[in-house]
Each structure stands twice: as C-alpha cells, then as structure tokens.
C-alpha cells in the first residue's frame, strides 16, 4: 500500500478570486505582512502497489484526466512506498 | 520576503464526500488501485519579513483563526525565507 500526495495550483497568471478574498481578510485582521495568497488543492491518496515509477505513471494520469484542469492547473506529486 | 505553504486536510474520522465522490470517479475510469482518497486545501502565502520564529507564529494564528477550521481540520505548514 502506498500513500500519494498531490498539490494542485492555479497557474501563474490564472486570476485566483478565492485567494485574494483570503488575502482581504486576512489584511482586515491586521495581519499586515502577507502579500499574496493562492488557493489551491491538496489530495492524499491511498494506492494499492508498490511499484513506484508505474504508480507515479498512473498517478499522472489520474491527475491530467480527472483530479487537476491542466489548461489552467499545475500540479506537483509525490509516491510514498 | 517570504513564502509560507499551508496543507489543510480534514482530521481523521470527518467524513469527505468530495474525497468518495472523487473515488468513485476514478473506480469508474479504471483506477482500481485507488483505495482512498482525501480532499483538502493547499495554499501559498507570500510574507514580508525575515524572521522566521516570528512568521511562523503569525502564519499559526493566520491558520488557526481564519485558514482553517481546528475543529474539524487539520493543518501544516513550512515558511521559507
């Protein structure tokens, strides 16, 4: 059994509204120091396997097909055996 | 300046319905190796300052006070200057 970890952001130039909310709030709170916020997603998946490189192939996929919209996403990910 | 990364995940035992639903998605496409999912938050914070200690007690308020719910969320975070 192997755990994955994927992080989805919006892409540099990509307008996030749901972060610059954040970004409002947090300033009207006083927090001051905080220049910019983006929203992204973060999925924890359990895999049955234990072949690294082939989950990480399917993991890929799984994220370009359903988890992530690549025209607008990046994603970063990571396969623990 | 700054960029802090914080992972917000529903603690164990909250029901995910986003995570099943995404599940199931993937069942149906074929990923049968998918036993487990879980959807949670992903977000990018650029801060002003240099003092690590200090950003990284901020950014624990900023999280507990707004970023995320403690009762029924988890969170990490790391800031690198």
């Known amino acids: ?10 892409k540099e130039g990509i307008l996030d509204p749901q972060g610059k909310t954040v970004l409002r709030a947090l ?3 006083g927090y001051e120091e905080v220049g910019d916020v ?3 997603k973060y ?3 359990e895999l049955d ?3 690294k490189a082939r989950l990480e192939e399917r993991l890929g996929e ?3 097909r359903l988890l992530a919209n690549p025209i607008i996403e ?5 396969v623990e055996i």
């Not at 059994?1 to 919006?10: D, E, N, P, S």
């Not at 990046?74 to 990571?78: A, F, R």
């Open 1 to 10: 059994m192997a755990r994955a970890k994927v992080y989805i952001t919006l």
């Open 27 to 29: 300033k009207s709170l």
């Open 38 to 40: 983006r929203v992204g």
């Open 43 to 45: 999925m924890v998946l």
């Open 49 to 51: 396997g234990d072949d």
């Open 62 to 64: 799984m994220t370009e």
């Open 74 to 78: 990046d994603y970063q990910m990571e």
